[in-house]
């Protein structure tokens, strides 16, 4: 594995049994687990490729025994990674070997359903699915849909600011946020937004949600609840180009349409769809369109029509609009088995995440197809068209010396391309350890000064999920004083970790 | 515009050279864009920083959603330019202006970032903060950065973007925006209910709301304030044909609470709305940020003291004159969970009140983190939010 993370310190590892009897203080029973085959359990996230047992796992159940382990974390030098359902794509929730993993799996409880002021006030352990389930009979629902909403916490997707495939119109999770309890590595609790729109102040709600658990630990989440639109219905459109398609989603935009949801899969992506759930999609295209519009009927009826007319103009060779539900979730049915469809292609699948802008899509499909050649690999391209968030999976297999780094690498140039190109290094799945050592491409020196800056001031020490998204080490007050030229730092060849 | 010293740069490297000469000497420096906004807040001696040379547009493609202009861009033009391709800045940006007895259309759109308030459609569609993609700046420390990017979705790095939002000049010197820009609606209804007390008003926009109608704002105005009845005004927006079936609907929901009508001039009345000119405009000027529900607890506690009022954001906003009383306001703010902002008042009672509400200590040492990690060494404390509990 290419990626480095900090070196451990080995005089808080030789603590171990003392950091152990501290949390067992706090935390009862099973609360604290040691076990090196338990330990086990928690040794990566959604991204498997990396892997380290922690020094030990706390599970607390109240704010207050957060708040007294951080406390005592924080005097005592110790290190903690925070950990929701452990779905992040990137590593986000990866353990340190001399870190306590910090797991929030038991704030399990909807605390309160206000459908006045539309709001839901949540623990951080619920499930993003759960939140909608709660509701829905009232007619409401969670707009962020991240693809494991079955799973992933609402805790981790304000630490990751998850989308989904609705977040074109709906926002990601950080538009749909009023307020956070959290809880910051010194143990102090502070509540930042409420139940009101705006903030008083500095807006700290936004700086959190999305800083991948590095500024604070979140104990308590308000989200806001939107009613249930009254139909939505999807179109499924082929064509013999990918640039057709690209056309057709831009023109669809220019036309004054937010699609509930456009998605995009290339010829390969769309053949191990079909073949792994048989929902009849065209296998004759280049590019498959699956563009989900919603609202009242009328309007959804419109829409469809105006979509189909653009789609024909642009030179669509089928166009399938879905008769009742049980079509519209059979077109969504194949798009949403597209990893798991890759997955049968081969043995591994390595799922990257840049955003582009649209109007460039050609040109990086092109490109990435020259660097699938160069590197040998295989490439099946799902994206959320309508916000040029695309997910190339890259086809490897682990067990084949070499071709897990050759993986990486072409990722990374995946990534770089997206860059280059004007867009960004992560659409929604964060940085994380992945991306981490990339950030330079995006941001200089000074940049990320900036925003590790933000770090010390929630976080002085360092202490909270050390060693994800910053690819450089500085001590907080070393950033303070720092004086660049040039865009360039003194000290240059300080230690990268 | 108020006989302080003031410097105008015209490159990003100049302004990294004023203002990193200041953090060496101690001056103090006010960002400024438009002035509409400089009765914000305490008054204050700091030498003006002039944002107007960092105007026009850098970037924009409808079809990508995506706008970058200068920060000293005036809003006017930015809305007209987005407006020219049928598109909006979908939080309906909020000009202060007017408030101050200013015209309309002073603004930029860097200030409006800074000030960080949007309009009536804030309800439905978000504020500043959920548009802006990214910036470029230069922080207090005289250094110039970029945080964000220049697409609709990006999770790359800590969102700064929403930290400058509404920051008010207190962390950096914003010199160009990235805004994400949305299709305008083709046609636009107002129905209005009239006689609702506060009571009714505000269940009839929650049950509104609750529907999915998507309705982009509603407001209510009370009895008096040169008005026979209350008004309850809800604003659909979109296609002719979504819009006509969603009035059908709201009609339907709205039929048992009064008498339901289609407002003629409805661009008046938001037109009214956006520059709160039914309040004296002699009197001072409060926006409490509160829970909808909250809405009639704090009319039930500020009414009995005088003071006159109206609400946006379905009950969320309440814009509230009131000669004096500052404690009163504030605490019923705070009782219903909110708070808030004194916008506008004579001198001597800015000096005495902050105009942003204070909060917990906790979050007060945080923010002074925050603003120190920006701006070591204080460049842009200008004591414009100064109070006895405020040290600046």
């Given at each position: ?6 070196t451990p310190?080995?005089?808080?590892i ?7 009897a501290?949390?067992r203080t706090?935390?009862?029973?099973e ?10 359990v928690?040794?990566s996230?959604?991204l ?7 020094m030990?796992?706390?599970?607390p ?11 005592w974390?924080?005097a005592e030098?110790?290190?903690v ?5 452990g779905?992040?794509l990137?590593?986000?929730?990866l ?8 797991g929030?799996?038991?704030f399990?409880r ?6 006045s002021?539309?709001?839901?006030i949540?623990q951080?352990?619920?499930?993003n ?6 509701v829905?009979g009232?007619?409401f629902?969670y707009?962020?849909d ?32 009023l307020?956070?309890e959290?809880?910051m ?8 937004g ?9 807006d ?15 104990t308590?989440v ?17 064509f013999?180009?990918?640039e057709e ?5 831009a023109d669809?935009?220019a036309?004054g ?9 290339d ?12 929902v009849g999609?065209?296998?004759?295209v ?13 309007e959804?009826?419109?829409?469809i029509?105006e979509v ?14 879905s008769?009742?539900e049980?079509?519209r ?7 949403k088995?597209?990893?798991p469809a890759?997955?049968r ?7 990257m ?14 490109r ?10 295989g490439?099946a391209?799902?994206?959320h068209a ?8 890259i ?11 050759r993986?990486?690498?072409f990722?990374?140039?995946i ?10 290094l992560t659409?929604?799945h ?8 990339l950030?330079?491409?995006m941001?200089s ?11 010390c001031?929630?976080?002085p ?9 910053f690819?450089?080490l ?19 060849d300080?230690?990268?970790? | ?8 740069p ?6 990294a050279?004023?203002i ?9 420096l ?8 400089v009765d ?7 030498s003006?920083?002039?944002m107007?040379?960092f ?9 990508e959603?995506?706008l ?8 006017v033009e930015?809305?007209a330019?987005?407006?020219?391709e049928e ?7 909020f000009?202060m ?5 200013r ?15 949007a309009?009536?459609r804030r309800?439905?569609?978000g504020?500043?903060?959920d548009h ?6 230069v922080?207090?420390r ?13 999770v790359?790095?800590?969102d700064?973007?929403k930290?400058?939002s ?11 925006v ?6 305008r ?8 209910v009239e006689?609702l007390s506060p009571?009714?008003a ?16 509603a ?8 008005r026979?009845?209350?008004?309850t ?5 979109g296609f002719?044909?979504?819009v006509q079936?969603?009035?059908?609907a ?6 048992g609470?009064g ?5 003629e001039?409805?661009?008046r009345?938001w037109h009214d709305?956006?520059?709160v000119?039914?309040?004296?405009a ?6 409490l940020?509160?829970p909808?529900s ?16 109206l609400?946006d954001w ?8 009131l000669a ?6 504030r605490d019923?703010?705070?009782?219903a ?5 004194l916008v ?7 000096a ?7 909060q917990?200590?906790g979050?007060?040492a945080?923010?002074?983190?925050v ?8 460049v842009f404390?200008?004591?414009?939010f100064a109070d006895s509990?405020?040290?600046d």
């Amino acid at each position: 594995m290419s990626l480095v993370m900090p070196t451990p310190d080995f005089s808080v590892i030789a603590r171990r049994s003392e950091i152990v009897a501290a949390l067992r203080t706090i935390v009862s029973g099973e609360g604290v687990i040691d076990s090196p085959a338990e330990l086990r359990v928690y040794e990566s996230d959604g991204l498997t490729a990396y892997r380290q047992p922690p020094m030990v796992v706390v599970l607390p159940e109240t704010t207050a025994q957060v708040s007294a382990i951080l406390r005592w974390c924080h005097a005592e030098g110790v290190k903690v990674v925070p950990r929701g359902s452990g779905t992040s794509l990137s590593g986000g929730a990866l353990p340190l070997a001399d870190a306590v993993l910090l797991g929030l799996g038991k704030f399990k409880r909807i605390l309160e359903i206000d459908y006045s002021d539309r709001l839901v006030i949540a623990q951080p352990g619920v499930t993003n699915l759960a939140i909608t389930r709660a509701v829905e009979g009232n007619g409401f629902y969670y707009a962020p849909d991240p693809s494991s909403q079955i799973a992933c916490s609402i805790g981790g997707n304000v630490a990751e600011n998850s989308g989904g495939v609705h977040c074109l119109k709906y926002g990601l999770t950080t538009n749909n946020i009023l307020g956070v309890e959290l809880v910051m590595m010194d143990g102090e609790i502070v509540r930042l937004g409420g139940r009101q729109l705006d903030p008083a102040g500095l807006d700290l709600l936004g700086v959190v949600v999305g800083s991948e658990g590095l500024l604070g630990v979140v104990t308590e989440v308000t989200l806001r609840i939107l009613p249930t639109p009254e139909t939505a219905r999807a179109v499924l459109i082929g064509f013999a180009s990918v640039e057709e398609a690209g056309k057709c989603v831009a023109d669809v935009i220019a036309g004054g349409i937010i699609p509930a949801g456009m998605e995009m899969m290339d010829r390969p992506a769309i053949h191990a769809a079909e073949a792994f759930v048989n929902v009849g999609y065209p296998l004759d295209v280049e590019a498959l369109l699956i563009v989900e519009l919603d609202g009242p009927e009328a309007e959804c009826d419109f829409l469809i029509g105006e979509v189909e007319r653009i789609a024909l103009a642009d030179g669509a060779v089928s166009c399938r609009i879905s008769r009742d539900e049980s079509e519209r979730l059979a077109f969504w049915a194949g798009r949403k088995a597209a990893f798991p469809a890759v997955g049968r292609l081969s043995p591994d699948y390595y799922c990257m995440d840049g955003t582009i802008p649209r109007r460039r899509l050609p040109e990086v499909l092109q490109r990435m197809n020259a660097l699938s050649l160069q590197y040998g690999l295989g490439v099946a391209n799902v994206f959320h068209a309508g916000d040029g968030n695309l997910h190339p999976l890259i086809l490897y297999d682990a067990n084949v010396p070499g071709e897990l780094d050759r993986a990486e690498a072409f990722g990374s140039d995946i990534l770089r391309l997206c860059v280059e190109v004007g867009g960004v290094l992560t659409g929604e799945h964060g940085v994380g350890v992945e991306k981490r050592d990339l950030m330079p491409v995006m941001y200089s020196e000074i940049d990320l000064a900036h925003q590790q800056r933000v770090k010390c001031a929630f976080d002085p020490k360092l202490l909270l999920n050390p060693g994800k998204v910053f690819p450089t080490l500085h001590r907080c007050a070393e950033l303070g004083r720092v004086h660049v030229h040039h865009g360039r730092l003194p000290h240059a060849d300080l230690p990268r970790f | 515009m108020t006989g302080r010293p003031a410097i105008r740069p015209s490159s990003v490297d100049e302004l990294a050279a004023v203002i990193g000469a200041a953090g060496r000497s101690g001056t103090r420096l006010e960002i400024v864009g438009g002035g509409s906004k400089v009765d914000f807040g305490a008054s204050r001696e700091a030498s003006l920083l002039d944002m107007t040379g960092f105007s026009g547009v850098v970037d924009y493609d409808p079809a990508e959603l995506v706008l970058t202009v200068g920060a000293g861009t005036p809003l006017v033009e930015v809305q007209a330019l987005v407006a020219s391709e049928e598109q909006m800045l979908a939080f309906e940006p909020f000009d202060m202006g007017p408030v101050y007895g200013r015209p309309v259309g002073a603004s930029t759109i860097g200030g409006t970032v800074a000030a960080g308030t949007a309009g009536s459609r804030r309800l439905s569609r978000g504020s500043v903060r959920d548009h802006l993609l990214g910036f470029e700046a230069v922080s207090g420390r005289g250094e110039r950065f970029i945080a964000g990017a220049k697409v609709v979705k990006n999770v790359t790095g800590y969102d700064l973007s929403k930290l400058v939002s509404g920051s008010w000049g207190r962390l950096v010197a914003l010199t160009q925006v990235t805004l994400k820009v949305l299709p305008r609606g083709r046609v636009t209804t107002t129905l209005a209910v009239e006689g609702l007390s506060p009571v009714q008003a505000q269940a009839a926009m929650s049950r509104s709301l609750g529907a999915p109608l998507e309705i982009a704002a509603a407001a209510y105005c009370p009895r008096g304030l040169g008005r026979e009845t209350s008004l309850t005004a809800l604003r659909l927006e979109g296609f002719p044909t979504s819009v006509q079936a969603r009035s059908g609907a709201l009609r339907h929901i709205l039929v048992g609470f009064g008498r339901t009508h289609v407002m003629e001039e409805a661009d008046r009345f938001w037109h009214d709305m956006m520059t709160v000119s039914a309040l004296p405009a002699d009197l001072p000027l409060w926006r409490l940020n509160v829970p909808p529900s909250a809405l009639c607890s704090v009319v039930e506690a500020m009414e009995p003291v005088g003071a006159q009022w109206l609400c946006d954001w379905a009950g969320g906003l309440v814009w509230l004159a009131l000669a004096d009383g500052e404690q009163r306001v504030r605490d019923a703010a705070l009782a219903a969970g909110g708070h808030a902002t004194l916008v506008r008042a004579p001198e001597a009672m800015r000096a005495r009140v902050c105009a942003l509400q204070p909060q917990s200590p906790g979050v007060t040492a945080l923010e002074q983190r925050v603003r120190r990690a920006f701006d070591p060494a204080g460049v842009f404390d200008t004591g414009r939010f100064a109070d006895s509990t405020h040290a600046d």
